[in-house]
């Protein structure tokens, strides 16, 4: 999540190398001879999944953690006055920028090999990201961007009716899947890994128990949670400092969007 600016300095999307030799690079080189710069700030939002994404592949990457201030100051290079962005640098030094959460995340999802094994299988993973990436949308749009005596009847209408059909929904889609805590066959994907993101993000808002809780009513979306819990590259990368901070970060950056004497559950590494 970000607040535009006007004149925002940009990175070229375009470069002067042709498509088919960009093309050609990319799939000629080794994900461990790239380097990955994601820059977002440290927040449990758009450019969550992203970051797990590169955690996961264990490849050469940086995170450029950005403040507000900076962000403010024009001091950022994105792509279309908002964040995150994805810089990747080839051996040939040529750089390559993704904008928008979408794009990069279904592009590194495909690196790392979690877009599953065809074509169908990358279709069924997309429709479960999006549907995903929608939930999250709306809460923002719902539950956060609205005057304080509107914030009640909002959350329960969220709560009540998206969140409860969310679920339902994605439990049936994994019953039918094999109930395997997995989205689309029998391995991790881009989606089981957004799922908790999604999940995670939720936990970060003051009136996050309520959405967990019915989270948990779920059985099978839960074992998806739990099966990404279990994932020693994550696991790991959860009990760092920096994730720790970009949670602190989203707590308090969150705290506003709930009612007076509302506080977020934290940390959020421990409780769920």
């Known amino acids: 999540m970000s607040t535009p600016t ?11 190398e042709s498509s088919t030799e960009i093309s050609k690079l990319l799939a000629e080189t080794n994900n461990n001879d790239i380097h990955f710069t994601l820059t977002y700030f440290e927040l449990a939002s758009v450019g969550s999944t992203a970051r797990e994404l590169l955690e996961y592949a264990g490849v050469n990457h940086t995170k450029n953690n950005v403040t507000r201030k900076e962000w403010k100051e024009g001091k950022v290079l994105s792509g279309f006055s908002y964040l995150p962005i994805l810089t990747v640098r080839l051996p040939n030094q040529l750089e390559l920028h993704f904008s928008e959460s979408i794009a990069i995340d279904t592009f590194l999802a495909e690196r790392f090999g979690l877009l599953g094994d065809n074509i169908w299988e990358a279709n069924l993973i997309r429709m479960f990201y999006l549907n995903m990436t929608y939930l999250r949308e709306r809460t923002f749009t719902v539950a956060f961007a609205n005057p304080m005596e509107q914030r009640i009847k909002n959350r329960a209408w969220l709560l009540d009716n998206v969140l409860k059909k969310f679920l339902q929904d994605h439990e049936h889609h994994l019953m039918e899947n094999g109930s395997n805590g997995h989205y689309v066959g029998n391995k991790v994907t881009l989606a089981d890994i957004h799922l908790w993101n ?3 993000f939720f936990g970060t808002v003051p009136w996050g128990q309520m959405a967990i809780d019915e989270f948990k009513r779920h059985s099978l979306v839960w074992k998806v949670k739990e099966t990404v819990d279990s994932l020693p590259q994550l696991a790991k990368w959860r009990t760092s400092e920096e994730f720790k901070a970009t949670e602190r970060n989203s707590i308090e950056d969150y705290s506003d969007t709930g009612l007076d004497g509302e506080d977020a559950i934290a940390p959020l590494a421990v409780v769920l």
């Open 6 to 16: 006007a004149n925002k300095p940009k990175h070229a999307l375009h470069t002067q």
């Open 198 to 200: 999604i999940v995670h």
